[in-house]
Nanobody, 120 residues
Framework: EVQLVESGGGLVQPGGSLRLSCVASGFTFSAYRMSWVRQAPGKGLEWVSQ????????YYANSVKGRFTISRDNAKNTLYLQMDSLETEDTAVYYCAKATYYTYTEAGRRGQGTRVTVAS
């Protein structure tokens, strides 16, 4: 059974930073591309970033490019999202997904999420 457990969310002021983590189990983590996706209050699911299985290629939504950094540690089965220069518009529930930009909306690919609130 695929399990994805996110952590690291919380309340942060605009301009601040957070680091999200996602521990994966139930599949061969190192073989899969992974993504972070988010859902802001009252809005639909939004793809944020993707990393290839070996961590060498990364992709970002224009809205977070230059501020967020995705990474992974395959030895620890863990996916990360370093979020810097946070803006109020980044407020959302963030999900780790065993998915790519093309599959992130499919059911069963995400964890339970961790809430990020950016507010002063």
């Amino acid at each position: 059974e695929v399990q994805l457990v996110e952590s690291g969310g919380g309340l942060v002021q605009p301009g601040g930073s957070l680091r999200l983590s996602c521990v994966a189990s139930g599949f061969t983590f190192s073989a899969y591309r992974m993504s972070w996706v988010r859902q802001a209050p009252g809005k639909g699911l939004e793809w944020v970033s993707q990393i290839n299985s070996d961590g060498r290629s990364t992709y970002y939504a224009n809205s977070v490019k230059g501020r967020f950094t995705i990474s992974r540690d395959n030895a620890k089965n863990t996916l990360y999202l370093q979020m810097d220069s946070l803006e109020t518009e980044d407020t959302a529930v963030y999900y780790c997904a065993k998915a790519t930009y093309y599959t992130y909306t499919e059911a069963g690919r995400r964890g339970q999420g961790t809430r990020v609130t950016v507010a002063s």
